[in-house]
């Protein structure tokens, strides 16, 4: 019945009382592993994890005896929870970093009021790592029609391609020529991936009327894009932490970056084409 009792008291210590008991084990010169086991001899296995004794052996090997824990530093963790939500409506993109510096306070606070919120983090669209067997055949099937379908590459100066970007209010025109009777008018293709604006009725429409040929390009496949494997990457790296003031400056700043561009930069983007 004692030793019940002595059971049961032990293996209801406080934690300063167990770090006391890890004290004398230290200096009974017991190693973390054999201290751990003794105290566990009478208590559950896991009142005492090795990573606790060990974090206290340390603290002891250091001529540090206090046993209380210290203080945390900081102000306490207060959030107002409608300006998070605020932040993250406004750009569902910010990290949780970026939320805490513009918050002034650590990004584990933002992430715990995140969750309190219902948000979690995910991708807004689907992007998918790893195609499957059917989309890894549209590109083989894509690439041998371009291979197959012409001698050689000289299609490829009269070869037009597109996207968007986030920061582009570009609008391309083409505008008319005159052109005599006979002469043979030069046939243009057109380059673009299947999102919606580009597969759009209104889009068919003017492709048509225009005379442009559509060059097939498979889905998932930024790699087969002139405009996303060059033209879009030196854009990104232009503007790489530049800030604009308004809409006005950042249209100028993407008109002085297309004119900086020789002939030759858009040229080798179209023909790298080729390569891929």
């Known amino acids: ?108 606070t933002v992430e715990t009021h995140r ?47 597109g996207d968007e970007t986030w920061v582009l209010y570009v609008n391309h025109t083409c505008k008319r020529q005159w052109l005599g009777v006979q002469e043979k008018q030069v046939k243009s293709y057109s380059l673009h991936d299947n999102a919606r604006p580009h597969i759009a009725k209104s889009t068919r429409e003017k492709l048509l009327k225009l005379g442009w040929s559509t060059v097939s390009h498979p889905a998932y496949s930024p790699d087969l894009a002139p405009t996303d494997y060059h033209l879009n990457r030196s854009l990104s790296n232009h503007r790489s932490e530049k800030k604009f003031d308004d809409e006005k400056h950042l249209k100028m700043e993407l008109v002085d970056f297309f004119g900086q561009k020789p002939q030759e930069f858009y040229e080798r983007e179209i023909f790298f084409l080729a390569e891929r």
């Open 115 to 161: 969750c309190e919120l219902g948000k979690t983090w995910k991708y807004g669209v689907c992007i998918p790592h790893e195609l499957s067997p059917l989309p890894l055949q549209h590109r083989v099937d894509a690439c041998m029609e371009l291979m197959t379908s012409h001698r050689n590459y000289q299609w490829l100066h009269n070869l037009i391609t």
């Open 1 to 108: 019945m004692d030793m019940d009792v002595d059971l049961k008291l032990e293996m209801n210590i406080s934690h300063k009382e167990l770090r006391v008991l890890l004290l004398h084990e230290f200096h009974l010169g017991h190693k973390v592993t054999e201290a751990r086991s003794n105290r566990c001899g009478t208590m559950d296995k896991d009142a005492l994890y090795i990573r606790t004794a060990q974090h206290w052996f340390n603290r002891f090997k250091s001529d540090n005896f206090e046993l209380d824990d210290l203080p945390r530093a900081g102000r306490p963790l207060e959030l107002n929870m409608d300006v998070l939500k605020q932040f993250i409506e406004d750009d569902p993109r910010l990290t949780t970093r970026c939320l805490a510096e513009q918050l002034g306070c650590s990004h584990t």
